[in-house]
């Protein structure tokens, strides 16, 4: 299908390409070791009088929190729960990768490298990625020492397991509550510091604003969220590690807390933001029960082993699914796709479910959901066999929603779980902000457009514990910077800004509540800007989502006063920048006119229905610079001298 | 179904704060019990009424975010987090009390919302293993017994919600301290600081101001995750043995 019109470029101009200055040159696994060995050193000494922000404190945060305060730096760290131990990475359920190869399958440093770039269907940089693999042992080794309580055989060494479809059991677990497990050990080592004095710690209090002082960026505006105080602090640099953007759509597997502000803040401030339109959506969430309906929830994809996914044969069927006959139900998984039957890739199960209820084949509440049957698997290997595989997760589904899964098979549906794009940072996890890093998902870096499972965990921590605490160290040689005075005139409008944005919210007074907007928000995310988007689709969602955007600042009702622990402030705040970064979504997913990874344009596919990339116009990560309405892509054209670009075939 | 409500309200701490009755009607029972509150919150802000402030985050039982009080049971009348706790589990017509956490501990922030900051300092008085970046040994040169690792693993699995401080009648924090000396004392790279960490995290605990554990293990019953009570005769057993060596 051509490719060659642009309808993108009515809401965008194109600036000059960008590129990665920090990365090496030579062979790729001499590349970290001549970056750490060319960095400048901070003599220990020295350390205490510069001083790091760090937002967040997920893995990335914690961990580069705790790292940097061990290391003698003056560390400030903030997050808007009520503990740092409650960052969402807590709900990571799988496993984190490391190529320690324990299980002697072949696995090495270079296949996990490999693995990870073609699952990130060559979108993401070599070098990255291979840093990534090589740090991914040391990730272990550090868990361990902290007492991360992981899955042992009866020996007493390390378990691990196959995950996300690759043929190496390369994946450490804590039961179904690695995340949890890995995020306490950060945070335990993060309480040692502050205990110890290195790290001052600042919970219920939110980033609203990013300083910009002489083209660096020196420092944050902040409201505490019980007194509504807002509070500038300044530093030598600045890292965010406040995690991703699924949140956009209203209804994902995020903490419900979970926002773009602190990005988006830094963006309008000249960060540039890349590849916002690869998200990644998961196959096997509960479904939707009713418009009352927060959050999704997850359930592992192990499910999809055993369990058979099928709807009725015939549009509108409302039988019970026990009354349905096995002739009149389609295995469409299995029907399409042979080979790999229920076990194709996550994005590609996740369209499937969306073209039957499209198709009005859907099943349960709206129509939208899929039938996933253990029937045919009790049968098989006994009820003892599956309750022992799979019980949690049945336990977990029936709880939610009242259903008993032994007898009546489980309803699913895709949710929104992860985004790859972030901000753009160079090898050092620099932006292009002097001073400003960023860790964790909330950068665009090692994923490409697509992360493979049990790898945000090992990002959050190789970014945390040992590639940020490097190249941070190597910009704050040349600090400390001059002091920054409370009444500077950078720091004087960064908070006049903030006081105006809170003062608009809180006087608009109109007739809609927050959650309305954010919900319908939502709705057209997940419409045009989902599982599959088009180029109609897409112009039309930014037509939309621009005039939600300028109802929600003349109707929107935020009850109460600033001076207060006032969470429909808190939500509004957060909403408002939800409506910026979905328009800028849709732009990029209407300038990317291929199929690739979490991106799949309704124009580029194959014959069969697969995605087609298009390497020979798209090999490059676009890096969105704020324009408003227009904002400016910069290209970061993306080359492969190791991994040979291939298409991908689950037939 | 419909409910009647009766809801704490207080404005900040130093409110004296009441409970307050709400009528909700139409509420469905797949709603869980913090979608149901948002439907009031809804209600309650178009009518131009503060929405009731409460702690969440995940929605899916691991953060320890959400955690209110449920005719008088921390998290309600189901062993889980208030997050999973839904509708379903209440008849039509029911009146259901909701009140923040209630410990000298846990000061109450706004409405149900309460400081548990006190969990979190107990936690820098030694709930850790020091273990700076970068020095640790390779992984696998330390077996660790599965028994010991698996019952480690219990009692990590806390999630630092407070429940067990709700529920107890002295007001103790003495579960979740425990679970944390059980979870890193039964590990071999927990042993150089066994004794220094029970002495730290007792004392800490003390002086928040959590009451003394008189063995009475509603603090077990109210767990969401389960957390036994033998964790707390454990820290006994550490704290003994560890102010015993101090002395001699």
């Not at chain 1, 039961?175 to 600042?202: D, F, H, K, S």
């Not at chain 1, 005039?547 to 808190?570: D, H, I, Y």
């Not at chain 2, 107890?168 to 059980?182: V, Y």
């Amino acid at each position: 299908m051509s490719t060659t019109t642009n309808a993108s470029e009515q809401f965008h101009s194109v600036g000059v390409d960008i590129a990665d200055a920090k990365a090496p040159k030579g062979p790729i696994e001499q590349r970290w070791d001549s970056r750490k060995f060319n960095a400048k050193l901070v003599n220990p000494a020295n350390r205490r009088k510069l001083s790091v922000i760090i937002v967040g404190t997920g893995l990335a945060g914690a961990s580069a929190a705790a790292t940097l305060g061990e290391a003698g730096y003056h560390v400030k760290s903030f997050c808007y729960q009520d503990s740092p131990r409650r960052a969402h990475s807590i709900a990571a359920q799988g496993g984190i990768n490391a190529a320690k190869n324990y299980r002697n399958d072949g696995d090495s440093v270079y296949r996990l490298f490999y693995d990870t770039v073609k699952g990130g269907d060559f979108r993401a940089r070599e070098s990255n990625v291979y840093r990534l693999a090589q740090v991914s042992v040391n990730i272990i080794d550090q868990c361990v020492a902290q007492g991360v309580p992981f899955a042992r055989e009866y020996g007493g060494l390390l378990d691990n397991r196959s995950f996300g479809g690759v043929q190496v059991s390369r994946t450490f677990y804590a039961r179904g509550q690695t995340g949890q497990q890995l995020l306490i050990g950060a945070y335990q080592a993060l309480e040692r510091q502050i205990g110890a004095g290195t790290v001052e710690m600042n919970t219920r209090h939110e980033m609203l604003e990013l300083i910009m002082v002489d083209d660096r960026a020196r420092g944050i505006i902040v409201r505490d969220m019980v007194t509504g105080e807002i509070e500038t602090h300044t530093a030598d640099a600045v890292v965010l590690a406040t995690g991703g953007y699924g949140n956009v759509f209203f209804l994902s597997t995020n903490a419900m807390g979970s926002n773009i502000t602190a990005p988006w803040r830094a963006h309008r401030k000249g960060a540039y933001f890349a590849n916002p339109c690869y998200t990644q959506i998961h196959p096997t969430c509960i479904p939707v029960s009713g418009d009352y309906q927060s959050k999704l929830t997850l359930m592992s994809e192990s499910l999809r082993n055993d369990g058979r996914i099928w709807v009725p044969k015939v549009a509108g069927d409302d039988r019970l699914p026990s009354d349905i006959p096995e002739d009149e139900r389609d295995y469409y998984l299995e029907r399409i796709y042979p080979s790999f039957g229920n076990l194709v890739p996550r994005d590609i199960a996740s369209r499937a479910a969306k073209y039957q209820c499209d198709a009005g084949k859907g099943v349960g509440p709206g129509g939208l959901g899929v039938y996933l049957d253990f029937a045919e698997a009790i049968e098989r290997l006994g009820r003892p066999a599956v309750e022992a595989k799979y019980g949690n997760l049945f336990d977990m589904y029936a709880q939610i929603t009242g259903e008993n899964p032994y007898e009546q098979p489980m309803r699913i549906y895709p949710a929104v779980h992860y985004t790859m794009g972030g901000l753009w940072v160079d090898y050092d996890l620099q932006s292009n902000l002097t001073g400003l890093f960023v860790a964790g998902e909330a950068n665009f870096s090692e994923h490409g457009a697509n992360r493979l499972g049990a790898s945000a965990l090992m990002q959050g921590l190789a970014d945390g514990y040992f590639v940020l605490p490097n190249t941070i160290a190597d910009y704050l040689a040349s600090g400390p910077y001059e002091k920054i005075a409370d009444d500077h005139p950078a720091v004087l409008e960064a908070r006049a800004a903030v006081e105006e944005r809170v003062h608009k919210l809180l006087s608009i007074n109109g007739t809609r509540t927050v959650d309305s907007f954010h919900k319908e928000l939502g709705q057209i995310m997940w419409e045009y800007c989902g599982m599959e988007r088009s180029e109609e689709g897409l112009i039309k969602a930014i037509g939309m989502i621009r005039e939600l955007k300028a109802e929600f600042w003349s109707n929107v009702k935020v009850t109460g006063v600033n001076e207060e622990l006032n969470q429909t402030l808190e939500r509004a705040n957060r909403v408002g920048d939800f409506f910026e970064l979905g328009e800028l979504m849709c732009i990029d997913a209407l300038n990317r006119r291929e199929s690739c990874g979490g991106h799949f344009r309704a124009e580029s596919q194959t014959e069969d229905g697969e995605a087609l990339r298009h390497d020979d116009e798209f090999a490059y990560v676009s890096a969105w610079e704020f324009g408003g309405d227009t904002p400016v892509l910069h290209k970061e054209p993306l080359e492969y001298e190791y991994v040979e670009m291939k298409a991908r075939s689950y037939k | 179904m419909n409910i009647t409500l009766r809801v704490w309200r207080q404005k900040n701490a130093d409110d004296k704060g009441k409970m307050v009755t709400y009528g909700l009607e139409d509420v469905s029972t797949d709603m869980s019990f913090l979608e149901m509150l948002d439907v009031l919150n809804e209600q309650l802000t178009l009518s131009g009424d503060e929405p009731i402030a409460f702690d969440h985050d995940c929605r899916e039982g691991i953060c320890g975010s959400c955690g209110v009080v449920i005719n008088g049971l921390a998290h309600g009348p189901q062993v889980s987090t208030t997050c999973q706790l839904h509708m379903r589990s209440f008849e039509d017509g029911a009146v259901i009390d909701v009140e923040p956490w209630r410990a000298g501990a846990f000061p109450v922030v706004k409405d149900l919302v309460v400081d548990r900051g006190s969990f979190d300092r107990i936690i820098q008085a030694g709930g850790f293993i020091s273990a700076p970046t970068g020095s640790a040994p390779e992984a696998n040169n330390l077996p660790v017994p599965k028994k010991d690792a698996d019952h480690a693993f219990e009692s990590a699995a806390c999630i630092g919600c407070g429940a067990c401080v709700a529920a107890c009648p002295n007001g103790s924090g003495m579960l979740f301290t425990a679970a944390k000396i059980t979870h890193l004392g039964l590990l071999p790279q927990g042993q150089p600081e066994r004794d220094s960490r029970v002495i730290g995290m007792v004392e800490q605990h003390d002086h928040e101001g959590f009451g003394g554990c008189t063995n009475i293990g509603e603090c077990t019953a109210a767990c969401p995750k389960g957390i036994p009570l033998d964790t707390i005769s454990r820290l006994n057993r550490d704290l003994l043995g560890a102010l015993a060596k101090g002395k001699a």
